[in-house]
């Protein structure tokens, strides 16, 4: 009897650690940066919403993803889709040369970041990152 609740109580420590884990990575900072390409070197797009690509980052300047934008194309509507598709992601914090009304609304009610800036993509992220 004493072993099996021996059993039991590590298995219930090992699962409340487990989870304790997962809870952890989810509350890691994910930056997007809107991209004119799907390259480290690409240049930080002009419009967000607009953006061919979504490059994603974690707070040690490590590639998670590259996303082509599904909004880029579309005839209207692209900030609050591109915020969306963003928040799906589980991004914290977008960087883009600028972010139109609605897309910096959207961002905000999905208490998403946006920080306006130009140049490379790595550099951003890395100054991001160093500024945090």
């Known amino acids: 009897m004493l072993r099996i609740i021996h059993r039991i109580t ?27 390409s799907a390259e480290l070197t690409a240049r930080i797009s002009k419009v967000a919403a607009r953006a061919p690509y979504f490059l994603i980052f974690d707070q040690q300047n490590n590639l998670l ?42 961002l905000n009610s999905y208490t998403i970041q946006t920080v306006e800036r130009q140049g490379r993509v790595i550099d951003a992220v890395k100054e991001q990152n160093h500024a945090q």
């Open 10 to 36: 590590g298995s219930f420590i090992f699962l409340l650690l487990l989870a304790g884990t997962v809870s952890a990575g989810e509350n890691q900072v994910q930056i997007a940066v809107a991209a004119e």
């Open 65 to 106: 993803q590259t996303l082509k934008n599904p909004s880029a194309d579309v005839s209207g509507g692209a900030g609050p889709k591109a915020a969306a598709f963003l928040a799906e992601k589980k991004v914290s914090l977008v960087i883009a040369g600028q972010f139109g009304r609605k897309m910096q609304d959207a």
